[in-house]
């Protein structure tokens, strides 16, 4: 049995359904087996699974796949339903050209074409898909700007600059209370909400930040120019996390990582509290990509260290479910399940070369008994 001593801090913080200990306190806690078992050995692919799930190899960058050749530096995804089948939807993390893509896969899970959502942008990192079957893709730039794109491919990408320009870096969609939450990738980077005039579009609204306070206040000016002061310097009342990263919502939580402090937050949406669901004590290294299930299930992707996707479970359980072998220099990215929750995709943004250029990414699907 594989044990696992992390810490973890609790509050009222619901999760799926699970109420988390009303008593805000941090206690070490030894975690059971994951609910899948040991990891493996490697399979053919590199990827070490737990005993009754697969893997298998779906694009390399600068590879022909569904009539394109797959974008370098593959980062942040969703899938999204299409008819019987699905698209999974991958940024790339690189300058000037980045952009992203799609992947369509027929019933059967075979890819029936690949396509460019967008074009000619910045360091494409994360982002986040909408409640009405969008993709916004989220520049990590000095002043980066967040598009709404198209995963089917029919209608071209939309600038949203009053979401802020700053060092995007993921976006999580809260049909709840009509908002949608943004990450910022800085060493003293800031929580946001943005509030859409009309929710359904995301051309106007305001920007709010989270402060030390547990009170959202406005960005006077989400669009500064490059020698104005920048979004998260405008209120001095803001809340600093050391490197925001993935972000994903779920049952009145959103919940994002902190990759400076190792962290897992999840922001209590009704009591408007940012508490540690995972304080970085454990194993879980390099913090990233986040995505959950309709069971409660948290899926985090690691940046480095010994490449992994861990669980974290309702009653937290933290685990490796996916292990990369020999890719130490990269990174896992894109964490996304298939509409039906039996396939997670993901990808390795630089495989095992290790550039830089992410020349070397590889995405991959797992097959298996996935909790749902």
């Known amino acids: 049995m594989q044990r696992r001593t992390f810490i973890v801090s609790l509050s009222a913080v619901a999760l799926s359904g699970t ?19 040991p990891l493996g050995a490697p399979d053919a692919n590199g990827v070490a699974l737990p005993a009754g799930f697969s893997s298998r190899v ?35 993390e690189v300058p000037l050209i980045g952009g992203a893509s799609a992947i369509k896969f027929g019933a059967d899970g075979s890819i029936e074409r690949a396509y460019r959502i967008l074009s000619n942008t910045n360091l494409n990192c994360a982002g986040g898909r909408t409640p009405w079957d969008t993709w916004l893709s989220c520049e990590e730039i000095f002043r980066g700007k967040v598009y709404e794109t198209d995963p089917y491919g029919v209608r071209g990408a939309q600038q949203r600059p009053a979401m802020g320009k700053f060092k995007h870096e993921a976006a999580a969609c809260d049909p709840d209370h009509r908002v949608v939450y943004l990450t910022e990738d800085e060493g003293d980077g800031c929580f946001y909400r943005f509030i859409p005039d009309v ?55 959103c919940y994002f990582t902190a990759k400076g402090d190792r962290r897992v937050w999840a922001y ?13 004590a454990g194993t879980l290294d390099g913090v990233d990509n986040i995505t959950g ?4 299930d948290l899926y985090v992707a690691e940046d480095g260290g010994n490449m992994e996707i861990n669980i974290i479970t309702p009653d937290r359980v933290v685990a490796p479910v996916v292990r990369l072998d020999g890719q130490s220099e990269s990174e896992i990215t894109g964490p996304a399940f ?22 070397g990414g590889i995405t991959y699907e797992v097959t298996g008994p996935f909790r749902r």
């Open 19 to 37: 109420l988390w200990q009303d008593a805000a306190l941090t206690a070490s806690v030894v975690a059971g087996e994951s609910p899948y078992g």
């Open 293 to 296: 299930t309709r069971g409660g």
């Open 199 to 253: 929710w359904g579009d995301l051309s106007s609204g305001r920007l709010d930040v989270f402060c030390d306070d547990d009170v959202w206040r406005p960005v006077p000016d989400p669009t500064p120019g490059v020698f104005q002061t920048q979004t998260r310097h405008q209120v001095s009342a803001a809340r600093h996390f050391a490197g925001g990263e993935g972000c994903h919502y779920a049952d009145g939580v």
């Open 338 to 359: 298939s509409p039906d929750g039996t396939r997670l995709y993901f990808s390795s943004q630089r495989g095992t070369s290790g550039e830089r250029a992410g020349t």
């Open 58 to 92: 779906v694009a390399r960058s600068g590879r022909s796949v569904g009539g394109i050749l797959w974008h370098p530096a593959p980062d942040g995804g969703a899938c999204f339903a299409d008819g019987t089948g699905w698209i999974y939807v991958s940024n790339s």
């Open 268 to 280: 209590d949406a009704t009591r408007q509290t940012v508490t540690a669901v995972y304080d970085g």
